[in-house]
């Protein structure tokens, strides 16, 4: 089945301590992305990646770090969790051939930095 | 630069009864647009989106969007609102060109249907 994964799907954490929410997609999309969603706001992308090893600032990248190694994988690296960013994130990917192509979404992290 | 904006963040139709919720768009050059839906706890899911082929654009779940270049609109419609049809929707735009795939949100529409 074509879909995207995330891990964890709830997590609790502490102002501090580094996380990883890992996030993979088995359509061989060149294009990964990861959003949050906050109540109001709609969703706001974080950072994006077009290709293995080429990754871009999104709208809110700050406090955040993404790596792509594997085209497959794309994590979300928050080193000093803040409670500001006590959020839901959604890891997202798509073909890269034009802006028109549909992005499937994983189901959600949902994140809570005390 | 391009934003969305969607007109009433909760909406609430009776079972059986028309649903349209609202979106705008601002963008420099022609866009792609598109409607996702969120059930609950659940990621999102492509309902629709306009590419230029046609202005009537029809989705899953019976639901159509109509692209109005001369209102900057791509409103969404359902002709009978069902119970299974209780969600968030998000109109979201990009822009035309290589290498643009950054999707830009709305803020989101909740429906709510009443029985």
């Known amino acids: 089945e074509a879909q995207v994964t995330q891990n964890p799907r709830y997590l609790i954490t502490v102002t501090g301590k580094k996380l990883t929410v890992t996030c993979s997609q088995n359509?061989?999309?060149?294009?990964m992305s990861w959003y949050r969603q906050d109540p109001g706001l709609g969703l706001r992308q974080i950072y994006y990646s077009m290709n293995v090893e080429v990754t871009d600032k999104g709208d809110v990248p700050e406090g955040y770090k993404v790596s792509r190694k594997e085209k497959r994988n794309f994590p979300l690296i928050l080193e000093s969790p803040s409670p500001n960013q006590t959020s839901l994130y959604f890891c997202?990917?798509?073909?890269?051939?034009?802006?028109?192509?549909?992005?499937?979404f994983g189901p959600g992290t949902r994140l809570t930095v005390l | 630069a391009q934003s969305v904006t969607q007109l009433g963040s909760h909406v609430s139709v009776s079972e059986g009864a028309l649903v349209l919720l609202r979106c705008n768009y601002s963008s420099s050059v022609p866009p792609y647009l598109f409607w996702y839906v969120q059930y609950p706890n659940q990621g999102l899911q492509l309902l629709l989106k306009?590419?230029?082929?046609?202005?009537l654009v029809k989705g899953i779940n019976g639901f159509e969007a109509e692209f109005k270049k001369s209102e900057t609109s791509f409103h969404l419609t359902k002709p009978s609102a069902h119970m299974s049809d209780a969600a968030e929707y998000f109109c979201a735009v990009t822009q035309r060109g290589a290498g643009s795939y950054q999707l830009t949100f709305g803020k989101g529409t909740k429906l709510s249907v009443i029985p």
């Open positions: 997202a990917s798509s073909y890269a051939l034009a802006g028109y192509n549909e992005q499937f």
């Open positions: 359509m061989n999309h060149e294009y």
């Open positions: 306009y590419t230029s082929a046609a202005t």
